[in-house]
Nanobody, 124 residues
Framework: QVQLVESGGGLVQAGGSLRLSCAAS????????VGWFRQAPGKEREFVGGISRSGGSTVYADSVKGRFTISRDNAKNTVYLQMNSLKPEDTAVYYC?????????????????WGQGTQVTDSS
């Protein structure tokens, strides 16, 4: 069992930056790939990006590529989502999810463990 807690959400103006954290407890976190997802009002949850269990490989959705960066510190059991050049359409609840695999997946159904989400809102 892995417990995940997101933090770092808030209000941010378009063009601004925000860093989200996903803190894990429970099993050995370095054995888990992690994905970030988001759900905007009235829309389905979508894949944002993911990171391999070692941190050596990342993948991003086209909508955030070049603006968002995922990293992890396994010594701190934490994964980060650095969001730069934020746009109004980035407003959403952001979730991290973990799966006992080498590489992340873009499919929600692959992830058995989820955080509760953190809200990111454009304040423009």
């Amino acid at each position: 069992q892995v417990q995940l807690v997101e933090s770092g959400g808030g209000l941010v103006q378009a063009g601004g930056s925000l860093r989200l954290s996903c803190a894990a407890s429970g099993r050995t976190f370095s054995n888990y790939a992690v994905g970030w997802f988001r759900q905007a009002p009235g829309k389905e949850r979508e894949f944002v990006g993911g990171i391999s269990r070692s941190g050596g490989s990342t993948v991003y959705a086209d909508s955030v590529k070049g603006r968002f960066t995922i990293s992890r510190d396994n010594a701190k059991n934490t994964v980060y989502l650095q969001m730069n050049s934020l746009k109004p359409e980035d407003t959403a609840v952001y979730y991290c999810a973990a799966v006992l695999k080498l590489l992340p997946s873009s499919a929600e159904r692959e992830y058995p463990y989820w955080g509760q989400g953190t809200q990111v809102t454009d304040s423009s």
